[in-house]
Nanobody
């Protein structure tokens, strides 16, 4: 299993970013995929999840601003982040729970006020 996240960066509050996670080594289309984030000094928290048939769910803190999606042909997981706030600053990780937890390398998102 390999999960390769990209798309992070530095933006001002109110800005947008789209994260991508390229997946390989497993049956992507059959698995629920997740995005987590970890801010400095805090625990890693679940941000959004999408089932194999495309049903999304997001944490209350990002609902209405973040959208998770997937392309089962390209085997890519996305996280569209709009209306970014300084409290969204964190390292974002894509995640798969398949016999064990698999993590991408993380991509840094920094939001300045």
């Amino acid at each position: 299993v390999q999960l390769q996240a990209s798309g992070g960066g530095s933006v001002k509050a109110g800005g947008s970013l789209r994260l991508s996670c390229a997946a390989s080594g497993f049956m992507f289309r059959l698995n629920t995929m997740n995005w987590y984030r970890q801010a400095p000094g805090k625990e890693r928290d679940l941000v959004a999840t999408i089932t194999s048939d495309g049903n999304p769910d997001c944490a209350d803190s990002v609902k209405g601003r973040f959208t998770i999606s997937r392309d089962n042909v390209k085997k890519i997981l996305y996280l569209q982040m709009n209306g970014l706030k300084p409290e969204d600053t964190a390292v974002y990780y894509c995640n798969l729970n398949l016999r064990r937890e698999w993590w991408g390398q993380g991509t840094q998102v920094t939001v300045s006020s």
